[in-house]
T-cell receptor, first 115, second 113 residues
């Protein structure tokens, strides 16, 4: 199944609550990424991490937070400050993109709905 | 930062005909250009990629061309089949500093039987 697992597949949250999306990989990849997918807007980068204990903001980081305490794990927290959190969230991982014959693998996604 | 534009947003072709999707990028340092296919309700999956030391790469019915001078690259699908119907995304990445993949907005390809 690609070795990268997101959970849960569907998530419902009440307004004002924080929620954490899980992403785990067993591919020994250095880099991990979080994308948000909305209809007609493609994949927009939220946060990414090249190594453990280091991460960078992507294009739409406001209202989100991440941690990278372990190489295998890159959880994403959607905070109450995110004004429009309902979306499909995709996690991906890869070796450093400098490396020949490497690619980014995606998890199956988490669909978050705020009710 | 990098900006990737993708056209068209929707494309319908008769089965057996060819389909072409085009992308442009802004960062001249970008040197890795993958294409992903996403079927309905599924994760994006890599179908082909090209690095900036080559101008064209082919894999059976799929080919990608790259023009670094003009900063654009294209996906070509020949002899299209119904199973080619999906959303296709292009992306670009540089290898300077922190590498990240920047995606285009996607093309919904529909193959008409």
């Amino acid at each position: 199944d690609g070795g990268i697992t997101q959970s849960p597949k569907y998530l419902f949250r009440k307004e004002g609550q924080n929620v954490t999306l899980s992403c785990e990989q067993n591919l020994n990849h250095d880099a991990m990424y979080w994308y948000r997918q909305d209809p007609g807007q493609g994949l927009r980068l939220i946060y990414y991490s090249q190594i453990v204990n280091d991460f960078q903001k992507g294009d739409i980081a406001e209202g989100y937070s991440v941690s990278r305490e372990k190489k295998e794990s890159f959880p994403l927290t959607v905070t109450s400050a995110q004004k429009n959190p309902t979306a499909f969230y995709l996690c991906a991982s890869s070796f450093r993109l400098l490396t020949q014959n490497t690619e980014a693998f995606f998890g199956q996604g988490t669909r978050l709905t705020v009710v | 930062g990098e900006n990737v534009e993708q056209h068209p947003s929707t494309l319908s072709v008769q089965e057996g005909d060819s389909a072409v999707i085009k992308c442009t990028y802004s960062d001249s340092a970008s040197n890795y250009f993958p294409w992903y296919k996403q079927e309905l309700g599924k994760r994006p999956q890599l179908i082909i990629d090209i690095r900036s030391n080559v101008g064209e790469k082919k894999d059976q019915r799929i080919a990608v061309t790259l023009n670094k001078t003009a900063k654009h690259f294209s996906l070509h699908i020949t002899e299209t089949q119904p199973e080619d119907s999906a959303v296709y995304f292009c992306a670009a990445s540089s290898n300077f500093g922190n590498e990240k993949l920047t995606f285009g907005t996607g093309t919904r390809l529909t193959i008409i039987p």
